[in-house]
């Protein structure tokens, strides 16, 4: 018995609602990844709740997944965002609005 | 009826008289407008043929004991069906003769006074127009065709009175008598519209018979009369609608003649002769009415005393004797009303005519310039001013005597002593103001330089102007022996009640000694040698003033207009106008300017936006699929 | 209120307090270090849950590999956090009433589930068994998980190498890379 499976569905969703928060309303490249990085923390929570709750390795192995994929996700970003820091030299979104 | 109107003569003498003058307006507007003689021959032979039409229908059926109507249906709505046609009876013949007779005298006055004038047909175009409403509004048998006509009637009054519209003074003047009548027209007809929603119908002989007194209850009655009236205030020119018949001076003389003193003005009166059986239904409106020409007469004869314009002075006493008629209607004697309306008919229009050639001769409309330039050396107008103005003062043996005495006689039936003297005061006035006018210019005062050119045209001219005015001043001298025979006449008129004629012996020589009595005052004051020819009001410098500023009714006008009307009402709804209905659609205007430019934000190339909007998004569709 | 569930409340506030913390930070390296401890909460939520395996991967992985790049990234990047406002009402308006309707919807979601009052029963899945499950039922995605990696790992090298000054070749995505 640990707690209604509610409970975990809200608090996952506090803290993906904190990762949206994190990228729309920050003016930083980086900071809008580590909003990506709280959204996706949050989901895995969420799957391993329900993994227990339906008693299912099936949520267990997304996780994993989630992890490696996060992990190459953040890879490419940071990249990205170094090589766009050393061409406009600044990591403000506002800057990168030629696609207007 | 259209078929077989050729069989009927009374019909065909009625259509005749009616439509022969809008033809020739018609004519005279479409094709004649070049041709200034050709015009006037058009409209004065239709007003002639009117004319005959009109005395040979008056002459037919004069022993007419049952009203005579030929109607045609023209509206169907519902259960209301309009018609429309002729009503001949014996109110409506005698007004048609008295319209056709004076319409066709002044025509033919005017090709002498208006020659030469730039307008001449339109001249001629807006008298066939007037002579074409008048007889149609005379002989309609139902309220809604006399108002329609009536209207018309009011149309070719603006018409003539702004006539020489480059003055500005008499476009203005032309548009105050239009819209003070139009004011009183909204009365009469939300009266008719009561009449109309308690009986069904509004044709005139319903209104007078004795159904009327079974379907509407007296309050009804009484509003709906006094809502009537209303109209006959605006037209008449009672008080308080009065100011606009001096104004309408600004016309021709011959305008003035017909419309504002024989005719347009006596509709009014018409309409209370049209309507006496069912005005007499409500004493209270009665009274009302006995009240406001006892207020009107006086009022304007106080008015006459102290103008110096010729035809201002017969405009005043044009609404005097009007109140005076009303009174002797309101007092319950029909045939009063109705004999003092044709006299004064002929001795005013004959004031006017005369009026006219001294205008015309002396260019000038002061009295004091016409008697300094040899008024008095004109004989003919002279003389028939003289006979008139008899016959207004109430001198006998002139018409104007007998038809005054029948109206005092009404009033001296009348419970209250009030109104009759009221009425003996108002005789004594009348002569006192007509002849302080004859006396001025009899006997002017600095007679230095008289010009000789006293016929200003050539003989021609002048002798057009002056047959009409010889047949007026026999008229006037010779109808009042014809009271008799008017009485007899009427006596077969539908719906009148007989008057009690209570035999006074005093009153005949109390009016002759009044009217006696205002003429020894004017000689005293204007006539003498050696009179300062300044009168006993004028010499009261708060009462002159009074009396020529119109009893500051203008002024009164002026500013409820200036200040609820402008003031409040229009500043209201121009305000609603710029705040709120172009606020508004400004206000929306900008609303979605703003709101573009809000949308415009996500356009700005920021990720974050985009993610915002995927974020958005996806919950809609969260909500979509599980709710 | 069993010793778990006391856990798990501790446990959510600890998450939810750090990871607030570490979005509303103006330093950046504040911002990791509290995200950080906000992994470790998440870490041990999941041992909680019964997926001990899963938790020792979230510390090697997340805590320890992605958090630590992060904190090259801020450092070695040169960042102006003086003199700005850190939320500025146009910004914040819009995500705060997005923010808002949403937990609304949530809430009111999460209510209405008819199954909302199943409480979670303690399990373990232990490592081996795990190991098995995922390497049997999942190997397809195991395999692409492997070359997705791969694919990262070229990409970051290529896209972070300082560019050869090719005179020739500038201007062109080739000379920059």
């Known amino acids: 018995m640990i707690v209604p499976f509610n409970h975990v569905l809200i608090l996952a969703g506090l803290l993906f609602l904190m990762g949206i928060f994190c990228v729309v309303a920050r003016r930083s490249l980086i900071m809008i990844l580590l909003g990506v990085e709280v959204m996706l923390n949050a989901a895995a929570i969420l799957l391993v709740g329900a993994s227990l709750r339906w008693q299912n390795l099936d949520g267990q192995a997304i996780v994993l997944f989630v992890f490696a994929i996060a992990a190459a996700e953040v890879s490419v970003g940071l990249a990205l965002i170094v090589w766009a820091y050393r061409r406009t030299g600044s990591i403000n979104p506002e800057n990168y609005n030629i696609l207007k | 009826m259209i078929t077989n109107w050729l069989s009927e003569p009374s019909l065909t003498a009625a259509i005749l008289a009616t439509l022969l003058p809008f033809a020739a307006f018609i004519l005279i507007m479409v094709f004649t407008r070049k041709y200034p003689r050709l015009s006037a021959g058009l409209s004065i032979a239709a007003v002639g043929i009117s004319l005959i039409s009109a005395l040979f229908l008056l002459v037919r059926h004069w022993h007419l004991q049952t009203p005579l109507e030929y109607t045609g249906r023209w509206l169907l709505s519902g259960d209301v069906a309009v018609p429309f046609g002729y009503l001949l009876d014996q109110t409506s013949l005698l007004m048609l003769s008295v319209v056709a007779t004076i319409s066709f005298l002044v025509q033919v006055y005017s090709l002498g006074y208006m020659a030469g004038d730039a307008g001449f047909s339109r001249y001629y175009a807006c008298m066939s127009l007037f002579a074409w409403a008048m007889m149609s509004m005379t002989l309609s048998p139902t309220m809604l065709q006399l108002y329609i006509f009536w209207e018309l009637v009011g149309l070719a009054s603006y018409l003539l009175i702004g006539f020489w519209y480059e003055k500005f003074s008499a476009t203005e003047a032309g548009k105050k008598a239009f819209v003070m009548t139009r004011f009183g027209d909204v009365a009469f007809f939300l009266g008719l519209l009561l009449v109309l929603v308690h009986l069904g119908n509004l044709n005139v002989l319903e209104m007078n018979g004795p159904q009327v007194a079974t379907r509407m209850s007296s309050t009804y009655i009484t509003i709906a009369a006094l809502l009537i009236f209303g109209g006959i205030i605006g037209k008449s020119a009672q008080f308080p609608l009065l100011t606009w018949l001096p104004d309408a001076m600004e016309g021709p003389t011959p305008v003035s003649a017909l419309l504002h003193s024989a005719t347009m003005v006596a509709a009014g009166v018409y309409l209370f002769g049209r309507l006496f059986p069912f005005f007499s239904q409500s004493a209270a409106a009665m009274a009302i009415f006995l009240m406001i020409g006892t207020v009107s007469m006086l009022l304007a004869s106080t008015m006459a005393m102290v103008s110096r314009d010729i035809k201002q002075v017969w405009a005043y006493s044009t609404i005097s004797q009007l109140g005076f008629m009303i009174m002797g209607l309101a007092a319950g004697s029909y045939f009063a009303g109705m004999f003092h309306l044709t006299t004064h008919a002929g001795f005013k229009a004959l004031l006017f005519l005369c009026a006219g050639v001294f205008i015309h001769s002396f260019e000038s409309n002061d009295m004091f310039d016409i008697g300094r330039q040899g008024g008095r050396r004109l004989k003919i107008p002279m003389a028939c001013t003289i006979i008139a103005a008899a016959a207004l003062a109430g001198l006998p043996p002139l018409s104007g005597f007998f038809s005054k005495e029948v109206i005092l006689g009404a009033l001296a039936e009348l419970n209250n002593p009030l109104w009759l003297a009221a009425g003996l005061l108002g005789a004594f006035l009348t002569a006192y103001y007509t002849f302080r006018l004859i006396f001025i210019i009899l006997f002017p005062r600095q007679s230095g330089a008289e010009s000789e050119s006293g016929h200003g045209h050539d003989h021609g001219g002048y002798w057009v102007m002056g047959w009409p005015l010889i047949v007026l001043a026999a008229i006037t001298v010779l109808l009042g022996f014809f009271q008799g025979a008017l009485e007899a006449f009427f006596s077969g008129q539908q719906g009148i009640p007989v008057a009690g004629a209570g035999h006074h012996g005093w009153l005949p020589f109390a009016a002759i000694g009044l009217a006696l009595g205002g003429v020894l005052l004017a000689w005293l004051e204007f006539g003498r040698q050696g009179a300062d020819q300044v009168g006993f009001v004028e010499k009261i410098a708060p009462l002159n003033h009074l009396f020529a500023q119109r009893w500051y009714i203008d002024r009164f006008y002026r500013r409820f207009m200036d200040v609820f009307i402008y003031g409040v009402v229009s500043n209201l709804f121009t305000r609603n106008d710029k705040k709120v209905i172009d606020g508004g659609l400004d206000g929306l205007s900008q609303a979605t300017v703003e709101t573009g430019r809000l949308v415009s934000l996500l356009h700005r190339g920021m990720v974050q936006y985009r993610l915002l909007t995927i974020f958005v998004v996806l919950v809609f569709l969260g909500l979509y699929f599980f709710i | ?177």
């Not at chain 3, 930070?25 to 401890?37: E, G, K, N, S, T």
């Not at chain 3, 029963?121 to 397809?140: D, M, S, V």
């Open chain 3, 1 to 177: 209120m069993t010793i778990y569930s006391i856990i798990f409340y501790l446990l959510a506030i600890l998450i939810l307090v750090t990871t607030g913390l570490a979005i509303s930070r103006r330093d950046m390296v504040h911002a990791v270090v509290y995200l950080i401890f906000s992994f470790f909460g998440s870490a041990m939520l999941f041992y909680l849950l019964g997926a001990p395996f899963l938790a020792v991967l979230e510390v090697i992985i997340y805590a320890g590999a992605i958090m630590v790049l992060f904190l090259f990234i801020v450092m070695m990047l040169k960042v102006e956090t003086a003199g700005e406002r850190l939320f500025p009402l146009s910004q914040w308006l819009p995500a705060a009433g997005c923010g808002v309707v949403y937990l609304v919807l949530g809430l009111a979601l999460v209510a209405a589930d008819p199954g909302r009052h199943s409480v979670l029963i303690t399990a373990r899945a232990e490592p081996g068994a795990f190991g098995q499950f995922i390497f049997q039922k999942h190997w397809l995605s195991i395999e692409i998980v492997s070359l997705l990696l791969l694919v990262a790992v070229i990409g970051a090298l290529l896209l972070a190498r300082r560019a050869k000054k090719d005179p020739a070749r500038r201007g062109t995505i080739e000379g920059e890379l």
